[in-house]
């Protein structure tokens, strides 16, 4: 089974505080991502990468960046936290083959900031 | 543009009956994917089905089918005799099928809750 691991399921940090979201994935997937769901806004795509050290800005980059210099491990960083960064942030990966794109989800990391 | 609608927020049934969960898709693609996840109160996102753009023929697991039709750009979901371990958000969503754009478009999720 495919396995995407993130870091830490609960977190809560200061306004201003640097935050790291780690994400593991197990299966020499390709392409990792990044999303953020709030009530009513539903998922959206922070950011999202498709090979070793490429990233593409998804629809809400603002605020974020990210960090792949392997393969496996795809990390979400919040550079100054805000309270309005307060969410459910859940990574995921995929690979292109014959059994398509399907993407496969980690448990989410919820963060508080305060 | 990408987009995927579920204009059903919230359902709620009694076990053992029947509920379709509607989607509805907008894309310029001639071909692309189409997902339905599943979302239980833990919050993982769980991977239900994927189906190409280019296989319209219905699918059937268990309890749950879904029914794909282009022509009208939906890709319904039905559980049948549904029961409370189904209670969960549903989300369906869109890709497209070419390498290296395979981000994912959400639509807003249907919570469903099943009640005893």
């Known amino acids: 089974d495919v396995k995407v691991t993130q870091s830490s399921r609960y977190l809560v940090k200061r306004t201003g505080e640097k935050v790291f979201l780690e994400c593991v994935q197990d299966m020499d997937h390709e392409n990792m991502f990044w999303y953020r769901q709030d009530p009513g806004l539903g998922l959206r795509l922070i950011y999202f990468s498709y090979d070793v050290k490429m990233k593409e800005k998804g629809d809400i980059p603002e605020g974020y960046s990210v960090s792949r210099e392997k393969k496996e491990r795809f990390s979400l960083i919040l550079e100054s936290a805000s309270t309005n960064q307060t969410s459910m942030y859940l990574c995921?990966?995929?690979?292109?083959?014959?059994?398509?794109?399907?993407?496969?989800f980690g448990e989410g990391s919820w963060l508080t900031v305060v | 543009a990408q987009k995927v609608t579920q204009a059903q927020t919230e359902i709620s049934v009694v076990e053992k009956e029947d509920v379709t969960l509607d989607c509805v898709y907008e894309?310029?693609?001639?071909?692309?994917?189409l997902f339905w996840y599943k979302q239980p109160p833990s919050g993982e996102l769980v991977f239900l089905i994927r189906?190409?753009?280019?296989?319209?023929q219905n699918e059937i697991s268990g309890r749950y089918s879904w029914n794909f039709q282009k022509s009208t750009s939906s890709f319904n979901f039905t559980i049948t005799a549904s029961q409370v371990v189904d209670s969960a958000v549903y989300f369906c969503a869109l890709s497209e099928a070419r390498r290296g754009a395979q981000k994912l478009v959400f639509g807003q999720g249907t919570r469903l809750t099943i009640n005893p």
């Open positions: 189906r190409n753009s280019f296989d319209e």
């Open positions: 894309t310029r693609d001639t071909t692309y994917y």
């Open positions: 995921a990966s995929s690979a292109w083959g014959e059994t398509g794109n399907t993407i496969y």
